[in-house]
C-alpha cells in the first residue's frame, strides 16, 4: 500500500516538474505533516490562539514597518497597497533582475536597496524578522509552492545535495533524522519531518522568532558541523529544497516549535 | 520600545467577571546564562507588573528569574464602572512600560 502511494507521488512529481524529488529523500504526500503535528496539545494551544501567539508581537511589529520607513522614499504599502496575499509560499524564487535565487528575507532587502533607497537589513534583525513574518502570515493556509524548473533546477539540486549529504563530527545528514525516522524519539523529542512552512517561527528554546536558516544553522550545530554564514546562497537553495519537499503542505507562520 | 498585546472586552455588565490578557515583548534574561565565549549574559528582567482600573490596584505579580520571556498574564477582575485599566510592567533598572485599555460597563 505505502509502495503504491509513493509510485502516484512521483509520476505526479515528474509531470508537473522537471526535476523530481530522489525517491530517497521524498516524504509521499498523503504522509506530509507540518511540525505543528510533532507538538504538544499545549504548544499546538499556544500557535492557535492569535492573542498568546508570541510570533504576533513581530507580525504587529512587521505591520507598522510596513506601512512607514524612517525616510522620504516610499513605503512597503505604496507599491503593495493590496498587501502580499499568498507570495511567501512561493519563495525561495529567481530574482528576475539578478537571476540568482533569492528567500523572503532577500527579497525584502532587494526592496530597500532597490526601491526604497535603504541599506539592507541583517539577518535575524527584529526589524527584518518583522517584515518577514508580516508578509509571511499573510500566506497563511496556503499550500507551499515553489518552482525548481528551469535555471532553479541548479539550485534545486544543490539543496538537495546539501540534504543528502552526512556532515559534522556525528557524521549525519539531514534526510537520515528527517526523511527516514521522522516519527521516532531523539531522547525527549520526537523528530519532526523537517518542514519549514512554519517560518519565520516562535521557538520556545529560542525565546524568539527565528529564521529558517537560524533553524538550519542550529540543525548543523547539533550535529556538531559549521553551520554556514546567514544567507549563504546554499543555504538559500537548501530552502527552496525543502519548499519543493513540502509542496502542498500549508503555510503557518508565525508557528510556534519547540 | 517595548511591544505590548492586551486582550480586554470592549463591554461588560455591571458585576461581571471579566477575563483579561497582557503580553509584553521582553527578553526576560534570567542571569544564569552563558554566552558563546563562556561570558555571563546579565540578568534584565521585569520584576513589577500591576494593573489599575480606574486608579484602583487589581492586579499585581512579582516577576522572577524564572518567568520565560514575553510573558503573557491571564487573570480576571470584576467589571464594576466604565473607565480605563492601565498595565503597567516595570524592570529592575526602574524602567516602565505602560498601556491603556478602556471599557464600558452597561
Known amino acids: 500500500m ?14 508537473c516538474s522537471r526535476t523530481e524529488i530522489a525517491p530517497e529523500t521524498s516524504i509521499p504526500q498523503n504522509e506530509l505533516q507540518s511540525g505543528y503535528a510533532f507538538l504538544t496539545a499545549e504548544t ?35 507599491c503593495h497597497e493590496n498587501g502580499l496575499d499568498g507570495v511567501a509560499a512561493s519563495f525561495p524564487k529567481l530574482d528576475p533582475e539578478t537571476g540568482e535565487l533569492i528567500n523572503l528575507e532577500g527579497r525584502i532587502n532587494a526592496c530597500r536597496t532597490r526601491h526604497q533607497g535603504l541599506p539592507p537589513l541583517a539577518y535575524e534583525s527584529e526589524d527584518l524578522l518583522s517584515l518577514t513574518a508580516y508578509i509571511a502570515h ?73 529564521s529558517l536558516q537560524r533553524r538550519l544553522r542550529d540543525c548543523d550545530t547539533g550535529v556538531r558541523a559549521e553551520p554556514l554564514p546567514y544567507g549563504d546562497p546554499t543555504y538559500v537553495a537548501v530552502e527552496l529544497f525543502l519548499a519543493a519537499r513540502a509542496q502542498g503542505l500549508e503555510a503557518e507562520s508565525p508557528a510556534v516549535r519547540r | 520600545m517595548a511591544a505590548i498585546r492586551l486582550a480586554v472586552p470592549d463591554t461588560a455588565q455591571r458585576g461581571e467577571v471579566i477575563e483579561i490578557k497582557a503580553l509584553i515583548q521582553h527578553p526576560m534574561e534570567s542571569g544564569f546564562r552563558r554566552g558563546s565565549r563562556g561570558e555571563v ?5 521585569i520584576t513589577r507588573f500591576e494593573c489599575r482600573y ?6 499585581a505579580s512579582d516577576f522572577q528569574p524564572a518567568i520565560a520571556a514575553n ?19 516595570t524592570d529592575q533598572n526602574g524602567e516602565a512600560w505602560s498601556e491603556i485599555a478602556t471599557i464600558t460597563v452597561t
Request: glycine residues 10%; charged residues 20%.
Open chain 1, 2 to 15: 505505502k509502495h503504491v502511494g509513493l509510485g502516484l507521488v512521483l509520476i505526479s512529481m515528474t509531470a
Open chain 1, 44 to 78: 499546538q494551544a499556544l500557535q492557535d490562539d492569535a492573542f498568546e501567539n508570541p510570533g504576533f508581537l513581530w507580525v504587529d511589529r512587521g505591520e507598522r514597518l510596513f506601512q512607514s520607513v524612517a525616510s522620504t522614499e516610499p513605503s512597503c504599502l505604496t
Open chain 1, 138 to 210: 499573510q500566506s497563511n493556509g496556503d499550500p507551499i509552492s515553489v518552482d525548481v524548473s528551469g535555471d532553479a533546477a541548479p539550485y534545486y539540486e544543490l539543496g538537495l545535495d546539501y540534504f543528502i549529504t552526512r556532515r559534522g563530527q556525528f557524521n549525519l545528514s539531514c534526510q537520515q533524522c528527517h526523511t527516514e525516522n521522522w516519527g521516532k524519539q531523539l531522547r525527549g523529542d520526537t523528530i519532526s519531518q523537517g518542514h519549514g512552512n512554519g517560518f519565520p517561527a516562535y521557538r520556545l528554546e529560542w525565546q524568539s522568532l527565528g
Open chain 2, 41 to 45: 549574559i546579565p540578568r534584565n528582567i
Open chain 2, 54 to 59: 480606574n486608579g484602583a490596584l487589581v492586579f
Open chain 2, 71 to 89: 510573558p503573557i498574564l491571564t487573570f480576571h477582575t470584576v467589571a464594576t464602572e466604565t473607565g480605563e485599566l492601565e498595565f503597567k510592567w
